[in-house]
């Protein structure tokens, strides 16, 4: 099914070092439709910088990431 597709697309995407990265405290998140609808936590930025590392690319080095 289509649906599978796109969750499917959505997981690599998500799982891409460039998207962890974005993944920063006080951004915004987006809707389909390009509207401003939440904003990243600080729970949410350390979770990604956590699947960031186990990607093995980058030793943390900055406390502040």
Do not use: C, H
Not at 18 to 25: A, G, V
């Amino acid at each position: 099914p289509q649906d599978l597709v796109i969750k499917s697309a959505l997981y690599r995407y998500m799982e891409k070092p460039e998207y962890l990265l974005s993944i920063q405290e006080g951004a915004f998140r987006y809707d389909v439709n390009g509207s401003a609808v939440q904003t990243v936590t600080k729970e949410e930025q350390e979770k990604a910088w956590e699947k960031f590392q186990t990607l093995g690319l980058l030793e943390k080095t900055d406390e502040n990431f």
